[in-house]
């Protein structure tokens, strides 16, 4: 599979998971910033060629959404997976302040996570077990993991919880 087949292959997953669209020529023409996309949101995507054991969020792709997503007025998030395309596999970076305090489960921070100035990096199975051990299904909460870049918290989450996110946030 092309670098090209595997994007759209994860663009159109997350489009049909959320229900959200998909950029028309997203990455190819100016002024379509984004990959998916709805009223609210602006998602970049980022997967790869072949099944990786790690997930790696880069900053440069987290800051080049974050000022995409200023210019058309939405939210900004990113969305990695492990080169499988599958929703169970990818998870969701998004600044943390969207989401309200009373909305809000226990947060604990990534286990087996390497943060550095220019990544986020965390062992895709490791982090579902944990999470799934501990955040799953709590109460109408909002469960996430916390890490930072340059000091702005963000919220990572498997895109599962995402959607239920996005959800309650406008849906409901």
């Known amino acids: 599979m092309t670098n090209k087949e595997a994007s759209s292959k994860q663009e159109n997953l997350v489009a049909d998971y959320l229900g959200w669209k998909v950029v028309s020529g997203s990455g190819s023409r100016p002024f379509q910033p984004g990959d ?4 609210n949101y602006l998602v970049e995507c980022k997967t790869h060629t072949k099944e990786q054991k790690n997930i790696i969020f880069y900053r440069k792709h987290w800051e080049k959404i974050v000022i995409e997503s200023r210019a058309v ?13 599958r929703v169970e596999n990818t998870w969701v970076m998004i600044p943390k302040r969207v989401i309200a305090f009373e ?11 390497s943060t550095s100035l220019n990544t986020i990096t965390f062992v895709n199975q490791d ?15 909002i469960n996430f993991f916390e890490d930072k870049f340059d ?11 995402f959607k239920k996110f996005y959800q309650e946030q406008f849906e409901s």
Do not use: H
Not at 127 to 141: C, Q, T, V
């Open 36 to 39: 998916v996309k709805n009223d």
């Open 73 to 85: 007025n939405k939210y900004p998030a990113l969305i990695v997976d492990d080169g499988s395309q």
């Open 103 to 113: 909305n809000m489960a226990q947060r604990l921070w990534l286990i087996n996570t």
């Open 127 to 141: 982090a579902r077990d944990f999470y799934r051990s501990k955040y799953m299904d709590i109460a109408d909460k």
């Open 151 to 161: 000091g702005e918290p963000l919220a990572i989450m498997p895109l599962e919880e």
